[in-house]
């Protein structure tokens, strides 16, 4: 038996895929600034701090954190900041803060969490867009 196929070409539209992309990154900023806010203790009032426990997501103290999150897709690439000059000190934590320089800020993940908790359905949803974007010819 012998199968001949006339050759042909597969062709990837990119629309879908960074339309997909900026609304994965729209969402993980939304969901990180909502993670956020759920941090607030409850009953406490602006200009007290009570700070979030190692592991937890930060308090929120004046929304610095969660104004400063923006994203850029550029290509076939996304790269979500946190352009407070302290988020990656909390998303990671830090060894020798402080004036004497021997303080340590255990993390507490805040977008990495919600990027984590989306893995699987980010996976998902980039497949679909690509697989909407090929096209035969």
């Not at 992309?21 to 607030?40: D, G, H």
């Not at 996304?78 to 004497?100: H, P, Q, R």
Request: glycine fraction near 8%; charge should be positive.
């Amino acid at each position: 038996m012998k199968i001949e196929l006339d050759e042909f070409m597969l062709k990837l539209n990119k629309k879908p895929f960074k339309r997909e992309l900026r609304l994965i990154a729209k969402e993980i900023k939304q969901k990180t600034i909502a993670l956020l806010k759920q941090s607030q203790p409850s009953g406490e009032r602006r200009g007290s701090h009570t700070a979030s426990a190692p592991g937890q997501a930060p308090a929120l103290i004046d929304g610095l954190l969660a104004n400063s999150i923006t994203y850029k897709v550029k290509g076939n690439k996304v790269t979500i900041t946190d352009g407070a000059y302290y988020s990656k000190f909390l998303e990671v934590g830090a060894k020798g803060t402080g004036k004497s320089k021997s303080g340590t800020i255990l993390e507490r993940p805040f977008m990495s969490k919600v990027i984590d908790e989306m893995r699987d359905e980010i996976t998902a949803r980039l497949t679909k867009a690509v697989m909407e974007g090929i096209t035969t010819k």
